[in-house]
């Protein structure tokens, strides 16, 4: 299996990201790359092996409904690009 | 051409009403300053990892048991990929290959008094994004503004199948979930508030045919009312389409509540492929049969339950008992106010007539009335005793409503005591009938409709406050009295 260019396009939209022809055709060659590498998984015989969804061996991590301390607005903004009163302020979404 | 037919499906959304989120300690309360309610989960920065609230699966299990849903042994969360301001993450936790439960049902009640069973396909958990603000006073032409409070509050999506056939049904079934879950207390219903919201599937085929036609999507729908008059509109706009010979196109459209219009998103709003895959960071969750029966013995008695023990326990009649559980918080207030009044069909007149009219009028909360249910429960036994009248009761639970204070204290206030004090009474009648000789004369002479005057005369002559009952007696035998000879 290859990754056409159109299908980088694809995911670059889905992820609102945009990309020179030059980045589209370097990651198309390193898509190819990842998935020939997941491939080599399809030599083996796995009829022997159950599905699973988590390589991690805990079922049933829980908490308790308890109320912990949240952080303050100034370290929940601490990292935004833009902030505009005690929101994060983004390039505008709609309209 | 044939008759068609609408077919739809809708996808309900219920904020589950735990403290904290599903996945941290952050509080889920409502209405709190922007960005206060946020943690590192929240955010998903690097390293934070996300711990399931064990209420939110009790929760889940609650409602699985009341719409006889099938609760997976194990169901396992996926990430829903998507870019979007408000989802920090770029992906929202959810439940897609293994959900928490599946293929239950709700009869819903229609206006003609049918049921109707709705099939449910499937309900699971995931949590709710953040709120982006575009059109408030604050916001500048060219921004969005993010509040992530609301990421991570628990939300449970109900899923049903394409069983309804109307708007009024979609309403039915709608009323129905709002007041399972309300009966339940894992949400409080609001749809004004965001914590039940609600997605319609809606296409339209021939009368008799089973394929499905093509669907749109019907979002936006903030209240019941919307909800009704969205399906409406675009079940109109479908038929239309199709009488013209012309085909539905799949869209996602927006319901606009002032224009009473649905219009359609603009295609670069939405995105379908979410390239769904395992969750990693979170274990599946196992429930075990003896955990379902905990949940089941925990369960509260639900409306129709209630509705059963009203009739045979309370001697209620069927009306008065559908009324009083059609909301568990009035039901509440009912079964606590007879826990101090003794008259039960009182109580149950009290609650349908005045309590009802005072919350409508007040547009308020049932929790925020003034008058408590032992308070009402207090009035109403005056009445029982005959120490107040239904008028005077009245005027009473007025006051009661603006000042909250108890019935005895208003009434020893206000001088509104019933007079059941017999010689009082008799010679309140002495008095009228001293002044009435000609309607007293009318009566001697076998006109007894004059009786019913008479006593509205002591009436008027007490303020309201003669106990009729003795009252009418005591009328009864003075006039025997002055029967000449
Ligand atoms: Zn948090």
Redo the contacts with the bound molecule.
Sequence with gaps: MSVPLEEVDRIAGLAKLQFSADEKSKFAAQFNQIIQYIEKLAELDLTQVEPMSQVGVGINVFRDDCVQP?LTVEQVLANAPARKLDFFSVPKVIG | MGAFEPVIGLEVHIHLSTES?IF???STRFGAPANT???P??LGLPGSLPVLNRRAVTFAARLALATHSVIRPVSTFARKNYFYPDLPKGYQISQFEEPFCEKGYLDIKLKNGAKKRVRIHRIHLEEDAGKSMHAESYVSGDETLVDINRC?VPLLEIVSEPDLSSAEEAYAYLAQIRQIVRYLDICDGNMEEGSLRCDANISVRPVGSTALGIKTEVKNMNSFQNVQDAIDFEIRRQLRLTEQGQAVEQITLLWDAHRGVAEPMRSKEYSHDYRYFPEPDLPPIQISEAWIAEIAREMPEMADEKTRRYVEEYQLPLYDAQVLTEDREIAVYFEETIRTAKDKKLASNWIMGEVMRALKEKKGRLADLPVTPDRLGELLNLISQNVLNQTTAKKVFDRMLKTGIAAGQIMKEQGLEQISDQSELESLVQAVLAERPKEVAAFHQGNTKVFGFLVGEVMKASSGKANPKITQEALRRLLQARQPD
């Design positions: 949240s | 989120k941290c300690g952050c309610q946020v943690c989960v929240c991570g």
